[in-house]
């Protein structure tokens, strides 16, 4: 029963570093995400994906990287880490949009230091 | 651009009370309106999901109820127990586009032994 899977679910970088956090789903969803949650907010959308090769930007995009060369793989790159990308990362997938239940990633912690 | 909120943002009572948690958002044009539980150091579970044409949804202990018109959601929960500390979170899907399930900050649930 793995679900959404994340790797690593802790990591420390430092300012300029680049890092690739994955994510893996086994359900066979055809639609991916990327969320990050900050202290007392709410989950913002990085990049989404709905299939393999077709990626598209969420409301916070800036710094970050994605790609979909497979239904279960959708790896985030953070290019030239700044500490404003310290925060919590979720992946996440469903079957589809409208009635499907979204399933999540246990997170993955980055600081940025 | 949807707006959701969560009031309160924390909330204790004593095991066996029941309790109503609250979401409001900005634009009733939603297609559905999830809640989610988050564990510490987890990921989000979804709880139920209600569709934007339903008044409620019912899941054990758990009931949540939908008025599009007043922008308005509740979930109730029926003789809380230890276990359902958590902090909950409301999400709204708007109808259109893949990239828009908008999240609340949650509501830090600690029930008292």
């Known amino acids: 029963n793995a679900g959404v899977t994340q790797t690593p679910k802790f990591r420390i970088l430092k300012i300029g570093q680049s890092m690739t956090l994955q994510c893996t789903q086994d359900?066979?969803?055809?639609?991916m995400y990327w969320y990050r949650q900050d202290p007392g907010m709410g989950l913002k959308l990085i990049y989404y994906?709905?299939?393999?090769?077709?990626?598209d930007k969420g409301e916070v995009p800036n710094g970050y990287n994605v790609s979909r060369s497979t239904t279960e793989d959708f790896p985030l790159r953070l290019e030239l880490a700044a500490p404003s990308q310290t925060s919590v990362y979720f992946c996440?997938?469903?079957?589809?949009?409208?009635?499907?239940?979204?399933?999540f990633g246990e997170g993955s912690w980055l600081t940025v230091v | 651009k949807q707006e959701v909120t969560q009031i309160p943002a924390a909330l204790s009572v004593p095991e066996g009370e029941n309790l109503v948690l609250n979401c409001s958002f900005t634009d009733s044009a939603i297609y559905n309106l999830q809640w989610f539980r988050q564990d510490p150091g987890k990921g989000l579970t979804s709880l139920l999901l209600i569709q934007s044409s339903q008044r409620e949804q019912t899941s054990g202990r758990l009931n949540a109820s939908l008025d599009k018109s007043s922008g308005r959601s509740t979930l109730y929960i029926a003789a809380s127990q230890p276990g359902d500390s958590a902090t909950y979170l409301c999400?709204?899907?708007?109808?259109?586009?893949?990239?828009?399930?908008?999240f609340g900050t949650g509501t830090r649930l600690t029930v008292i032994p």
């Open positions: 996440a997938s469903s079957t589809g949009q409208g009635a499907y239940t979204i399933y």
């Open positions: 999400a709204v899907k708007g109808r259109t586009g893949a990239n828009n399930l908008f």
């Open positions: 359900m066979n969803h055809n639609y």
């Open positions: 994906s709905v299939g393999a090769g077709i990626t």
